[in-house]
């Protein structure tokens, strides 16, 4: 195991279970604060603002604020920011993914918008879709903040943002810019704002589809946990392994 300056970390089945900590990480996290390692937590869940991670988080005992926060939203907002700073932004999502586009100061435009910006939206319905498709077509740039197709919950797998996002980018033939992971997008946002390098950052997760392509995508050391998605047997199918695989993050000597 190198030594590493930083550490990229994913949230659900790496640092909790839904409302339930993960032990391991909650004591691995404890102990990059108290070594004065520089850590961030990634996530690609839109719903929620940074200062909700951080309270969830903070409740578990783990050391966080807000600005230890980054979620799709977020970097959606700094994707659109980067390329029109005063662009018109149609965009359609929950509480996250409106208080980051109204802090980048973005005009909501549903007529002559310059970005579609599409977020997981529980109450999603057909007017919003119809307002998305009409934008698109007429040359609205389409983001979106992560592909998840399927999400885990108490009742199984349901529709995640990906496939929420699959019937703009299906009638109108457009491709959407996705920039959650495994996009290296938010990878390359979350190193500027630690300010590290990839050559000493390592990012942790439980997914290997996003997590760890995210990190192998971006040219990231990479360690998978097996406390989520992604099985020991899931992972000996895969082509490109992780740097590291640990059944929790107590095995990790720091």
């Known amino acids: 195991m190198r030594n590493y300056d930083a550490f990229l970390l994913d949230l659900d089945g790496t640092v909790y279970w839904g409302q339930k900590e993960i032990p391991e990480a909650v004591d691995f ?18 719903t929620r603002t940074k200062e909700m991670v951080a309270d969830q988080l903070s409740g578990f005992g783990i050391p966080c604020t807000p600005d230890d926060v ?24 929950e509480q996250g993914l409106k208080q980051a586009m109204e802090t980048a100061g973005f005009s909501y435009d549903e007529e002559h918008p310059d970005f579609v ?21 007429s040359g609205a740039v389409l983001v979106s903040t992560n592909p998840d197709v399927a999400l885990p919950n108490e009742r199984g797998l349901v529709p995640g943002n990906g496939a929420l996002t699959s019937v703009i980018s299906v009638s109108t033939g457009v491709r959407p810019i996705f920039i959650g ?23 942790i997760g439980d997914n290997y ?5 995210a990190g192998i995508n ?3 050391d990479t360690l998978l946990v097996h406390t989520g998605v992604t099985s020991q047997a899931a992972l000996k199918t895969k082509r490109v392994q992780p740097t590291y695989a640990l059944e929790s993050l ?5």
């Not at 992971?181 to 990012?203: C, R, S």
């Not at 589809?209 to 392509?213: R, V």
Request: overall charge positive.
């Open 250 to 254: 107590s095995e990790w000597v720091l």
């Open 70 to 93: 980054l979620t799709t939203s977020i970097a959606t907002a700094s994707y659109i920011k980067s390329r029109k700073p005063d662009a018109h932004v149609l965009y359609i999502g």
């Open 29 to 46: 996290i404890k102990k990059l604060k108290n070594k004065g390692l520089r850590y961030l937590f990634v996530t690609n869940n839109s």
């Open 209 to 213: 589809d996003t997590d760890i392509m």
């Open 181 to 203: 992971k495994p996009e290296p997008i938010i990878i390359e946002m979350a190193l500027e704002k630690l300010g590290t390098t990839k050559a000493h950052t390592l990012m």
């Open 117 to 137: 910006a599409f977020g997981m939206d529980r109450q999603i319905t057909y007017e919003k879709y119809a307002k998305a498709c009409l934008a698109v077509r």
């Open 218 to 220: 971006a040219g990231l």
